[in-house]
């Protein structure tokens, strides 16, 4: 009997212990990414899809229609046996509709915290009841970004492709009112498909990742030493010989001009803008490559699978390259309605700050008059830059004050927060780490608008996170080194400074798990997060 006492005893206080010590429960927050600007949740009320849903839009409106069918073909099969229809608004609304509406733009609540941007074309309201769901925005972006949010609140297996409708499993999303709008106009992504090539299924892919969290900008890095990666028809050499291969030997590849505009459209539908960037007047060895005449010495030199930077540049005194720049640029503005285009700029080695400066202000030039807006790395901000102009800011121990002063808008790059090429930490197989070791949190805990002294964030046009490719030789590669960080840089553009914590950031993050799971998303496992 006493030793029946004491092992009763001894097990009480090993489960009082327990209670004291227990993992408090996860946080109240919807597992929403990025988190919305006000968000409410009934937990005892909800929509159920049945086979009876229907997706009503407005009357005669295809930008709408094509957002109802996007999520038509996402539910797919998961609550019925047929997909639900789309079916243009009547005089009265079925039961257990999906309802989405243009109309005047979304009020965020008073009382919501912190300052966000007047971006109104993506500002959406969802109001999720049982008998209805409403999605209304003033502009067709903010519907499908209210789509993405109502797509976050069903269960992640709806994200299987294989999944099928089962009677004793319910696709459900809880009773909730979402108001929301983004902080920041440019919320983007950047793929290196010049290092490694990336066919345009990969790239779709990618652009269907960036969009699932809103990030409405893809920067396209289309050439570089190692490869040049689109077509340019009065320049045929350059992907014949400059795209013939990539870092360590491999195939290399390219985009025919066809590819890139049914890119451009396939983005579109997502209401993400390509972004092109032509690298110059350094990383340019495949171009010199495949062109003698672009070289100062009139010979070209051979092609290059390494990853050392800064040894090559055009001849910057010629006239012959900038006919070449003019018709580059001229081919690929044709071809993207986007109102930009990247020149690069970084890294330039070989050239005098004199010679440099003058490149900068003459292609400046050249892209302004095919319509586009110039951006560069932060290094052209040492050159005149026009209003217009944009400096994507990458340098962790440089300042983009002096761009500011100009009045020119920065994107927010560093690469010791945002480079999503770098390594998680010491044991990371793939990635570099001259930048940083950039675990999860590490991506997170910063924020635009006070990182950089002397740069309000009224200069801050928004973020952007680069993937370089030196390392990554496929998608599997990509979206390890991208997610989570990825999902949590796409946050810091998107939800308003005073709203965001770590703490609870990560839970969200632990929920997404799952889904990234059912959408086979190669992620990893950072100890930082309670997966």
């Not at 009082?16 to 227990?22: D, E, I, L, M």
Request: glycine residues 8%.
């Amino acid at each position: 009997m006493i030793g029946g006492v004491a092992i009763a005893l001894l097990a009480a206080v090993v489960s009082s212990c327990a209670a004291q010590t227990a993992v408090p429960p996860p946080s109240a927050t919807p597992a929403v990414i990025p988190l919305p600007e006000s968000i409410e949740i009934s937990g005892d009320r909800r929509f159920v899809l049945t086979p009876q849903t229907v997706i009503v839009v407005p009357r005669d409106d295809e930008r709408v229609a094509a957002i109802g069918r996007f999520l038509s073909d996402w539910i797919g099969i998961a609550a019925a046996p047929q997909p639900p229809r789309v079916q243009a608004a009547g005089p009265s609304i079925p039961p257990a509709s999906i309802v989405l509406t243009l109309g005047s733009s979304p009020v965020v609540p008073t009382g919501a915290a912190g300052p966000v941007s007047p971006v109104s074309d993506d500002a959406y309201e969802l109001s999720i009841a049982p008998e209805r769901v409403t999605i209304r925005a003033s502009q067709p972006a903010g519907l499908f970004y209210g789509v993405q949010t109502f797509r976050q609140l069903l269960p992640p297996f709806v994200e299987y492709d294989g999944v099928r409708p089962d009677e004793s499993r319910q696709v459900w999303a809880p009773a909730a009112h979402v108001v929301d709008r983004p902080r920041f106009s440019w919320r983007g992504a950047m793929l290196d498909v010049a290092r490694h090539f990336f066919t345009t299924d990969d790239v779709k892919r990618y652009i269907d990742l960036i969009a699932l969290y809103k990030m409405n900008r893809l920067h396209l890095h289309l050439a570089d030493d190692q490869g040049w990666r689109i077509e340019i028809k009065s320049w045929p050499n350059l992907t014949r010989h400059g795209g013939s291969t990539e870092v360590g030997g491999g195939p290399g590849g390219f985009y025919t001009q066809a590819d890139y505009a049914d890119l451009v459209a396939y983005a579109a539908s997502r209401f993400v803008t390509i972004v092109p960037e032509i690298d110059m007047p350094g990383h340019t060895n495949a171009a010199l490559a495949s062109y003698a005449e672009l070289n100062c010495n009139g010979r070209a030199p051979g092609l290059y699978t390494g990853i050392d930077v800064g040894f090559s540049a055009l001849c910057v005194d010629s006239d012959v390259t900038y006919r070449f720049i003019d018709d580059v640029v001229r081919e690929i503005a044709a071809l993207t309605p986007g109102a930009y285009f990247h020149i690069g700029g970084d890294e330039v080695k070989t050239l005098t700050a004199q010679q440099y400066s003058a490149f900068v202000t003459r292609v400046q030039g050249i892209v302004d008059s095919h319509g586009k807006r110039m951006i560069g790395w932060d290094e052209i901000a040492g050159a005149a830059l026009r209003p217009a102009s944009i400096v994507q800011h990458w340098r962790p121990d440089a300042s983009p004050a002096a761009a500011a002063a100009q009045g020119t808008k920065v994107i927010a790059s560093p690469a010791n927060r945002t480079y999503l090429d770098m390594k998680y930490d010491k044991e990371t197989v793939i990635g570099q780490n001259w930048a940083a070791y950039i675990e999860a949190r590490d991506a997170y805990d910063w924020d635009p608008a006070t990182l950089f002294e002397g740069v309000p964030e009224s200069s801050i046009l928004g973020v952007e996170a680069p993937l370089w490719s030196e390392t990554t030789a496929n998608l599997r590669d990509v979206e390890f080194l991208a997610f989570p960080r990825l999902a949590e840089i796409a946050e810091i553009g998107w939800s308003s400074a005073t709203r965001r914590r770590w703490d609870e950031l990560k839970v969200r993050l632990a929920s997404h798990g799952p889904r990234w799971t059912a959408l086979g998303i190669n992620f990893y496992r950072s100890s930082q997060v309670p997966w």
